[in-house]
C-alpha cells in the first residue's frame, strides 16, 4: 500500500507538473521543461527597404506571403478569384495620425480611423477594468498594437481602395434603431463604400461593403474583398499560476472550432483549414481571456482563409470574398458582422453557429457547458455568481456523495489498522517481500481495498477539472461581488483570507487521513496545504471559493465516517 499511494503521489505531482509545463508553452512563456517557446519580441517598423518583401504578408495573400498564408497559387481553385499582386504595406502611423470618427451605443464605443476606414479602437462599456474604466480591447499604442480592417485587392492593379489608402466619412446618423457611419474611397476604377452599423445593446457591427466601378475600367471584374484581424503575438495573461490562450481561432463546419498559436505562425507550420465551402457556417476570431473579437461573413459564396505575420510580433487572421464581376452603374453588396465583446456564452451562443466554442473548455467542453448552465440556472435564482459557486459545489459534491463515501470509508479502516501496519514494518524491516505479503494479509483479513480510497477519487477528476475551466473562463464573473470582502471574483482575494481558510482546511483534511508510514511521505503530506495555499493566493477569488467550499463539505463527511468508525470500534 505504502508504495503505490507514494508511485499515485509521484504520478499526479508529475502529470501536475507536465501540465503545468504545457500551459507555459501553449501561452508562449518560458517552459519548465524542454525548449524555449517563441518569445513574442517588440514591434519593430519595417524598414523601407525592406518593404518590397515585407509588405507581402500585410493585407489580402500576395505572391510572397509566408507559408503559412495563402497565396493566389496554393489557395483552392476558383475561377471568380484572381492571384493578387503586391499588398499593400501595415501603415500604423497612418491609422493613427488620420482623422478619427466615433461610433457607439451602450455597450460598445468603437473609433475608426479615415486610413482604410478601418477599427482601431474599441472599448467595452459595461466591461470595466479595476480602476472603473471601459475595457479596451482593439487598440494602437506602443505597446499593443489590436484592430480590425477590410479592403479590395486585384490581380490586375494594386493601386485600389485598401487599409492603407485614405477614405472619406460621408455620412452618418441613425437609421431603424442603428447608428451608422459610412467611408467612401475611389481608387483604380473602383467605388468601395464600407458602412458600420451598430444596434442598440449589441456587440455585433454590421459592415456592408459596397462596390461599384467607376465608368467602364476593368478592373473591377477581378477583386477580392479582404477582412482582416491584426494583433500583437503578446499573451494576455492575469497570473503567472495558470495561463489561458491567446491568439487567432477560427470555425468551419467540418473542421469545427480551431486555435493556431502565434508560434506556429512565426514558424510557418499553422495547419488551418483553407477555405469555408458556399452555403456552410464558418468565422475568423482573435481570442484571449474573457474576450474577443471575430469576422462573421455571409456564407453565400465561398470564402479563404489565411494567416501570416505581418511583421516583428504583429500577426493576423484573414478571409478572402470574391466579388462578382461589376459593369458600370452596376454596385455589389458584400455584407458581413463584426463581433467585438466578452466571452458571455448565452450572447455568443445566439450570434453564429459555433459560435459559443470561443469560449474555450479544451477537451472536456463535454462536461464544462452542462456545469456552465447549471451554474447559471442556480445564478438566475440567487442573483449571486458567489453564492452560485457555493450552491453548485454543495450539489456536486451531493451528486458525488457516494463515490465520496466509499473513499472515505476506506481511508477511515485504512487509518484503523494503522497501528497494526506500522508493527508489522518493524517487524519485517529487512524483508520488503515479506512485509508486503504480510500486509496484503492484512488487507485481506480486514477486507480492506489499497486502492479504495483512491479510484473514487479519479473518477471524480475530469468534473473538477472542468468546473475549474469554467469558474476559469467565464467573464461573468468579472466585477462580480460575493460578500464583504470579495468584491470581484475574477481577481484574487485581496486580503488572502479565503486562501488562508483554504490552507486550514487542507490541514485539516491530511490530519483525518490516514498518517503516511514514510516518513518522507508524511513530510510531503504536511508540506501539500502550504504548497497549495501559495499558489491560490494569486487564483481568482471565484476558484479558491470552490475549493474551499469543497473542502469543509469534504471535511465534514470524512470526520461523520470517522467518528463512525471509532464508535464501531468501540463497541467490539
Keep these: 500500500m505504502d508504495i503505490k499511494r507514494t508511485l499515485l503521489w509521484a504520478v499526479l505531482t508529475i502529470s501536475g507538473l507536465m501540465l503545468y509545463n504545457n500551459w507555459l508553452i501553449y501561452d508562449g512563456r518560458q517552459a519548465l521543461f524542454g525548449p524555449t517557446p517563441l518569445t513574442p519580441s517588440v514591434s519593430v517598423a519595417p524598414d523601407p527597404k525592406d518593404t518590397q518583401s515585407s509588405a507581402s504578408a500585410t493585407a489580402g495573400p500576395a505572391a510572397a506571403a509566408p507559408a503559412s498564408t495563402p497565396t493566389g497559387s496554393d489557395l483552392p481553385k476558383q475561377a471568380s478569384l484572381p492571384k493578387p499582386q503586391q499588398a499593400p504595406t501595415t501603415n500604423l502611423i497612418g491609422l493613427t495620425t488620420g482623422e478619427k470618427h466615433t461610433i457607439k451605443n451602450d455597450v460598445l464605443e468603437l473609433e475608426i480611423s479615415s486610413t482604410g476606414a478601418s477599427v482601431i479602437n474599441a472599448k467595452l462599456l459595461k466591461q470595466l477594468t479595476a480602476d472603473k474604466k471601459p475595457v479596451t480591447l482593439l487598440q494602437i499604442t506602443p505597446q499593443n498594437q489590436y484592430f480590425a480592417r477590410s479592403g479590395l485587392i486585384s490581380a490586375a492593379s494594386s493601386d485600389l481602395p485598401n487599409h492603407t489608402v485614405p477614405f472619406v466619412m460621408s455620412k452618418s446618423g441613425r437609421v431603424e434603431n442603428k447608428n451608422f457611419i459610412t467611408y467612401v474611397s475611389e481608387k483604380g476604377g473602383v467605388r468601395l463604400e464600407k458602412t458600420y452599423f451598430l444596434s442598440d445593446a449589441s456587440y455585433v457591427v454590421e459592415v456592408e461593403h459596397r462596390v461599384s466601378q467607376i465608368g467602364n475600367q476593368g478592373a473591377a471584374n477581378q477583386l477580392v474583398l479582404y477582412s482582416e484581424l491584426v494583433r500583437d503575438g503578446t499573451a494576455v495573461s492575469d497570473s503567472e499560476f495558470y495561463s489561458t490562450f491567446t491568439g487567432p481561432a477560427l470555425y468551419t463546419d467540418k473542421e469545427k472550432f480551431t486555435k493556431i498559436d502565434f508560434s506556429d505562425i512565426e514558424k510557418g507550420k499553422a495547419n488551418i483549414p483553407k477555405q469555408i465551402p458556399a452555403g456552410e457556417p464558418g468565422w475568423i476570431a482573435m481570442v484571449q481571456h474573457y474576450f474577443a473579437s471575430a469576422w462573421l461573413p455571409s456564407d453565400k459564396t465561398a470564402r479563404d482563409v489565411y494567416v501570416g505575420k505581418v511583421e516583428q510580433n504583429l500577426f493576423r487572421i484573414g478571409l478572402q470574398t470574391p466579388v462578382p464581376p461589376l459593369s458600370a452603374g452596376i454596385s455589389h453588396v458584400e455584407k458581413t458582422r463584426l463581433f467585438i465583446g466578452p466571452q458571455e456564452e448565452t450572447l455568443l451562443e445566439t450570434i453564429a453557429p459555433g459560435f459559443d466554442l470561443i469560449k474555450d473548455y479544451g477537451y472536456l ?29 454543495v450539489l456536486i459534491k451531493l451528486i458525488f456523495f457516494p463515490l465520496s463515501a466509499a473513499s472515505y470509508k476506506s481511508m477511515a479502516r485504512m487509518k484503523e489498522v494503522q497501528p497494526r501496519l506500522m508493527n508489522l514494518r518493524e517487524q519485517f524491516k529487512g524483508d520488503p517481500q515479506k512485509l508486503n505479503r504480510a500486509m496484503m494479509d492484512l488487507y485481506k483479513q480486514e477486507k480492506i481495498n489499497p486502492l479504495g480510497g483512491c479510484l473514487p477519487v479519479v473518477v471524480q477528476i475530469p468534473v473538477f477539472i472542468a468546473l475549474y475551466w469554467v469558474l476559469l473562463s467565464s467573464v461573468e464573473m468579472r466585477n462580480a461581488p460575493w460578500i464583504l470582502w470579495i468584491k470581484d471574483l475574477s481577481v484574487p482575494d485581496p486580503y488572502f483570507i479565503l486562501p488562508v481558510i483554504m490552507a486550514v482546511s487542507m490541514f485539516v483534511q491530511t490530519k483525518l487521513n490516514p498518517t503516511p508510514p514514510d516518513p518522507l511521505q508524511a513530510k510531503i503530506m504536511m508540506w501539500m496545504p502550504i504548497v497549495f495555499s501559495v499558489m491560490f493566493f494569486f487564483f481568482p477569488a471565484g476558484l479558491v471559493l470552490y475549493w474551499v467550499v469543497n473542502n469543509i463539505l469534504s471535511i465534514a463527511q470524512q470526520w461523520q465516517i470517522n467518528q463512525m468508525f471509532a464508535k464501531r470500534s468501540t463497541n467490539r
Design 365 to 393: 467542453t463535454v462536461i464544462a457547458k452542462p456545469i456552465f448552465w447549471l451554474l447559471e440556472q442556480i445564478y438566475s435564482y440567487v442573483a449571486n455568481w458567489g453564492w452560485a459557486i457555493v450552491l453548485l459545489t
